[in-house]
């Protein structure tokens, strides 16, 4: 590995990509577009949303003989993390003869574009399916295109032109072999750089005269390290938050440690009775660990935004943010999750009830973070249930979500754990609600006590997303739907 200060290489199409003097928050869609010229990504709403930046940002596969990707959206993506990485943009897409993708072909056949702004980012989205799944059904289809925004086509030629491109399975792959070489060749270094002294240093992918600075640790131990230097640094993972700020906020923080690189957290250590899920952990990624053991909790964090929002956003990032309605924080208080903090060479285990000491506040402190969310596995008799409420069913924030778990132990509710996002200013458990549950029977529970409960427990206050009536209306019935639904002891 050749060493490059100041400068983000990254792969794009066969050649090295050395991109120097590049400000810390620029992001990868203006850096293609204003430098690089690759125009065919387009920028809609420059946060997460449309889907019409959307890319492919590859790494060498486990095995270093091929690279795996995911589909992201550009505009909130910072460039710097792209440093050792390897990029596909819809230009990447034409071949030596200029013979078209077949997806981009099936468009053209199928009649699936009309003013074709946001067709280079709906095309990336399935070519980024079809890299790995090269029959998928309706629903599948529909899933990977719900973060990419067509105003006037419509969807159905759309996913007729992905039915079709997927009838030439041959083609569909893309060849990546002449970036695995390069890839190898700019792979960021995976031990940390020690002084003379045997300190560590890391070493910054972009630092400015002012001494700011863009880092990019590959082990646990230089955040720590990093962190207790410098206790106010930006946490960058993935990007869904901070890209957001950027372009939105036009913040620049002065210290940014991208976490993608660290080995230890983008690992799940699995244990007997829980799962260890490290800081880096994707959000889909949680989704598949999810997805037979707690049902309910899956289909919410599909529900949670795009397919490349959930490939980059990670479980402990959404915790961290502390937002008084993010999505996952219900489920897991519901679960009895516990988040392993670390500052230093020091760790401690705090349950995810009393990890919010109010709106975006919480139990961190300088210098520390979050290092993994201990999950545990279901039990036998646990009854888990779990629903979101939004204006949209899909790619929308949430009105309310709620989550509950129970056992049914000679027709009474035992064990209940309740909680929910929305009502109050951080997610919480709802333990006045879970009083009026604990030792009755599903049928004699009423609604008029949980609403008791619920004017009891949370401050009556509309928001933009719906009033506090519905919201507390909404978060009543779905404690009954859930508890109706169970009436025979699950063995």
């Known amino acids: ?112 574009s009309q003013c074709g702004f946001c067709t280079p980012g709906i095309v990336m989205s399935l070519v980024n399916l079809v890299q790995t799944n090269d029959a998928p059904d309706r629903q599948t289809i529909t899933d990977a295109l719900s973060g990419n925004l067509c105003r006037c086509t419509g969807y159905k030629p759309i996913i007729d032109a992905t039915v079709r491109a997927c009838e030439q399975k041959s083609a569909l792959k893309l060849d990546d072999q002449a970036d695995v070489p390069l890839l190898q060749e700019i792979r960021r270094a995976q031990s940390p750089t020690l002084s003379l002294d045997g300190e560590i240093i890391v070493q910054p992918v972009v630092r400015t005269r002012k001494g700011n600075e863009f880092v990019s640790p590959a082990t646990l131990s230089e955040v720590a390290d990093y962190l207790v230097k410098h206790p106010n640094t930006t946490l960058l993972a993935g990007s869904t938050e901070i890209g957001l700020q950027v372009n939105k906020q036009f913040s620049r923080p002065e210290h940014i440690m991208y976490l993608g690189n660290v080995k230890e957290l983008r690992q799940v250590q699995e244990t007997s009775n829980a799962w260890r899920i490290g800081a880096v952990v994707s959000i889909t990624q949680v989704e598949a660990l999810v997805a037979e053991a707690y049902p309910d909790f899956a289909e919410v964090l599909r529900r949670f935004g795009s397919p490349p929002i959930r490939s980059t956003a990670t479980l402990a990032g959404n915790i961290a943010n502390g937002s008084p309605i993010g999505d996952s924080m219900p489920c897991l208080m519901a679960l009895g999750a516990s988040l392993l903090l670390r500052r230093g060479n020091k760790t401690r285990q705090v349950a995810l009830e009393a990890f919010y000491t109010g709106q975006k506040q919480n139990v961190l402190q300088a210098g520390e973070f979050i290092e993994a969310i201990e999950l545990p596995k279901p039990q036998a008799g ?58 009755q029977a599903p049928a004699a529970v009423t609604a008029q006590a949980l609403d008791g409960a619920i004017a009891a427990s949370f401050t009556a206050r509309d928001g933009l997303r719906a009033t506090w009536a519905y919201r507390s209306l909404v978060a009543r019935n779905l404690v009954l739907e859930f508890i109706e639904e169970n009436t025979s002891e699950v063995a």
């Open 382 to 439: 646990l009854v888990f249930r779990a629903h979101k409420v939004s204006k949209r069913f899909e790619q929308d924030i949430s009105a309310t979500c709620a989550a509950i778990s129970y056992r049914l132990q000679a027709g009474k509710l035992r064990d209940v754990k309740l909680a929910f996002n929305g009502l109050s200013p951080a997610p919480m458990r709802a333990p006045q609600l879970e009083a009026v549950l604990e030792g």
């Open 1 to 112: 590995m050749t060493q490059v200060t100041n400068t983000v290489r990254f792969v794009l199409d066969g050649q090295i990509v050395e991109a120097q003097g590049v400000r810390r928050t620029t992001t990868v869609l203006d850096y293609l577009r204003e430098q690089l010229h690759r125009t065919g990504t387009k920028e809609g709403c420059a946060e997460g949303d449309c889907g019409a930046c959307v890319v492919m940002v590859g790494e060498l596969n486990a095995a270093g003989t091929g690279v795996d990707y995911v589909a992201v959206n550009s505009c909130i993506q910072l460039l710097p993390a792209l440093d050792g990485k390897s990029i596909k943009t819809v230009e990447s897409l034409k071949k030596q003869d200029g013979s078209l993708h077949p997806v981009q072909d099936a468009m053209v056949g199928c009649h699936g």
